[in-house]
């Protein structure tokens, strides 16, 4: 069974400039989250997505984050404009629905530097 | 918010040594889970406990949810080279859009 993927990797801006960030999560799976991850931190949710949905995006700075999932399976995360405090891994995850949703399984991140 | 206060914040022991670290919170979770972050990877789930007072296993881990729900610890016995990472606890917050909110992490670094 394939992961979640992510894209890119790796990316360096500089503050003001714009930014997405690329998630596709494990097939069927209902749920999809964005989390950011500061150096020397845990994860933080940003976003969780049932569906194509919204169910909570209360830490989300929405003056400069957005995200959105067409369809029900791919994401995408946008920062416009950065600011040099971004600087981290945003990390996407999906988890199947039904009971066990409190499994999330984790892509392997993005990291962000913004210079 | 809530907040959990993972410790110790980094550990250095040696090959076969067992490790223990925990988890403390403020506020009740009915779920605990405890992640492992390789660099450049995302964290993977190790051991999920579901009821207080659980104390669940999987291989040279075992991970006990407390009695009082806001606390829960990992051991690890005999470490391996390979259990090099940074452990996470986390908990999963009451009702409504179930959230994860995650500890700060324990770096755990083994001298062969």
């Known amino acids: 069974e394939a992961g979640v993927a992510q894209s890119p990797r790796y990316k360096i801006i500089e503050k003001r400039q714009s930014v997405a960030f690329w998630c596709n999560p494990i097939s069927g799976h209902a749920t999809l989250y964005w989390y950011q991850q500061i150096l020397g931190q845990g994860p933080k949710l940003l976003i969780q997505?049932?569906?194509?949905?919204?169910?909570?995006d209360s830490q989300l700075p929405k003056d400069r984050f957005s995200a959105e999932r067409l369809k029900g399976v791919d994401s995408t995360l946008k920062i416009q404009p950065a600011k040099l405090e971004d600087s981290a891994v945003y990390l996407c995850?999906?988890?199947?629905?039904?009971?066990?949703?409190?499994?999330?399984?984790f892509g392997p991140g993005t990291r962000l530097t913004v210079l | 918010g809530q907040q959990l206060n993972q410790s110790p914040q980094s550990m250095f022991i040696q090959e076969g040594e067992d490790v223990s670290m925990n988890c403390t919170s403020s506020?009740?979770?009915?779920?605990w889970l405890w992640y492992k972050q390789d660099p450049g990877e995302g964290p993977v789930l190790l051991i999920a406990l579901y009821k207080a007072g659980e104390l669940t296993s999987n291989g040279r881990l075992t991970a006990q949810f407390g009695i009082t729900r806001k606390d829960s610890f990992l051991n690890i016995s005999a470490s391996i080279p390979s259990d090099v990472g940074i452990y996470f606890c986390?908990?999963?917050?009451?009702?409504?859009?179930?959230?994860?909110?995650f500890g700060q992490g324990t770096r755990l670094t083994i001298n062969p």
């Open positions: 997505f049932q569906n194509n949905g919204v169910v909570d």
């Open positions: 995850a999906s988890s199947p629905q039904g009971p066990q949703t409190d499994t999330q399984y």
């Open positions: 506020s009740i979770f009915n779920t």
């Open positions: 986390a908990g999963l917050s009451l009702g409504g859009a179930q959230k994860l909110v």
